[in-house]
């Protein structure tokens, strides 16, 4: 199959984007994600397949959706609107019919050429700032054959190109997307893996190894991004850990970037009615963020916020 062929899913498109690498970026958003932190804030990217959202708010319980549905997975009760999730498998029939735009589909099928065409239409604005095209999501690694056919078309093309990954998935996976990467924004979530385990599902031993040949071995330019989540990463002796196979691990790695928690994601759980994880939360107190920032410096590794 040729490049411009590869086929993938995407949920999102985000144009003049100003916080995923350098200059004016387009980030483009494939679907699925191995891994599962509580603290997700697009939980409706972790499946690679595409998925209904419904919100309860526009819904006038019309019931239109209801017969539209081959699989009979929609049924009103004393007019509320619920959707058997098991028989489900994100058609979209239902989605036209309504006439309150409460119901939509996240995830549309596109080949490498289809973004290749979206993503050039800005490369005025790449020129002029400097900027560029990031694949993120979800997961990268969740489609990496698609992921490094598009950013091989970015190239040929003369785009800059950054990556956003948090890094789980087998070396020889993330090794063909980055022959086309410029820089790496890679995700640590936790430098103790059993830690790393009860917040995301999986342990960190193959993803830092996978940072640390980027960086060592394909010499990469790398961005360390930590999502702060009170309680759970935001001490000292993590950013210690952090600073010191920083040092000794990362030659190439440019700076840390600490992304306080935020609360945006619970409303998309609930667009897929789905059951929490119970995490909830407060976001980060700013003079812990600065704290913790503070301290990466002084250990020698530039960090921002
Ligand atoms: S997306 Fe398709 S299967 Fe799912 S509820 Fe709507 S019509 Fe039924
Ligand atoms: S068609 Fe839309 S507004 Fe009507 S019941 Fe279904 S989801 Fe609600």
């Known amino acids: 199959?040729?490049?411009?062929?590869?086929?993938?899913?995407?949920?999102?498109?985000?144009?003049?984007?100003?916080?995923?690498?350098?200059?004016?970026?387009?980030?483009?958003?494939?679907?699925?994600?191995?891994?599962?932190?509580?603290?997700?804030?697009?939980?409706?990217?972790?499946?690679?397949?595409?998925?209904?959202?419904?919100?309860?708010?526009?819904?006038?319980?019309?019931?239109?959706?209801?017969?539209?549905?081959?699989?009979?997975?929609?049924?009103?009760?004393?007019?509320?609107?619920?959707?058997?999730?098991?028989?489900?498998?994100?058609?979209?029939?239902?989605?036209?019919?309504?006439?309150?735009?409460?119901?939509?589909?996240?995830?549309?099928?596109?080949?490498?050429?289809?973004?290749?065409?979206?993503?050039?239409?800005?490369?005025?604005?790449?020129?002029?700032?400097?900027?560029?095209?990031?694949?993120?999501?979800?997961?990268?690694?969740?489609?990496?054959?698609?992921?490094?056919?598009?950013?091989?078309?970015?190239?040929?093309?003369g785009l800059h190109t950054a990556i956003e990954t948090c890094g789980y998935g087998s070396w020889e996976e993330l090794d063909q997307i980055l022959d086309y990467t410029d820089l790496a924004l890679y995700d640590v979530k936790h430098m103790d893996s059993e830690k790393h385990k009860e917040g995301t599902g999986a342990g960190n031993e193959r993803i830092l190894e996978n940072l640390a040949r980027l960086s060592g071995e394909k010499n990469i330019p790398v961005i360390v991004r930590v999502p702060l989540i009170p309680g759970f990463n935001d001490t000292e002796e993590n950013m210690r850990q952090m600073a010191a196979f920083i040092k000794e691990k990362l030659p190439t790695c440019q700076e840390v970037n600490l992304l306080p928690y935020h609360k945006l994601g619970e409303g998309k759980k609930e667009q897929l009615e789905r059951e929490n994880a119970a995490f909830i939360c407060e976001p980060p107190a700013q003079e812990d963020v600065e704290r913790l920032r503070a301290l990466l410096c002084e250990l020698g590794v530039k960090a921002t916020v």
């Open 1 to 157: 199959m040729k490049t411009e062929e590869k086929e993938g899913i995407v949920f999102d498109i985000q144009h003049y984007s100003i916080h995923d690498g350098p200059g004016i970026r387009t980030n483009v958003f494939v679907k699925g994600c191995p891994l599962r932190c509580r603290w997700c804030q697009n939980p409706e990217s972790q499946s690679v397949k595409p998925q209904l959202m419904y919100r309860l708010e526009p819904c006038v319980g019309c019931g239109a959706c209801v017969p539209r549905c081959p699989r009979q997975a929609i049924r009103l009760e004393e007019g509320k609107v619920i959707t058997d999730r098991t028989r489900c498998n994100g058609c979209g029939a239902c989605v036209s019919v309504c006439p309150a735009e409460a119901r939509e589909i996240t995830g549309e099928p596109m080949t490498a050429q289809d973004v290749l065409e979206k993503v050039i239409q800005d490369k005025l604005f790449y020129d002029t700032s400097g900027g560029g095209v990031t694949m993120t999501g979800g997961e990268i690694l969740a489609q990496p054959d698609f992921v490094a056919a598009v950013l091989k078309l970015c190239k040929e093309n």
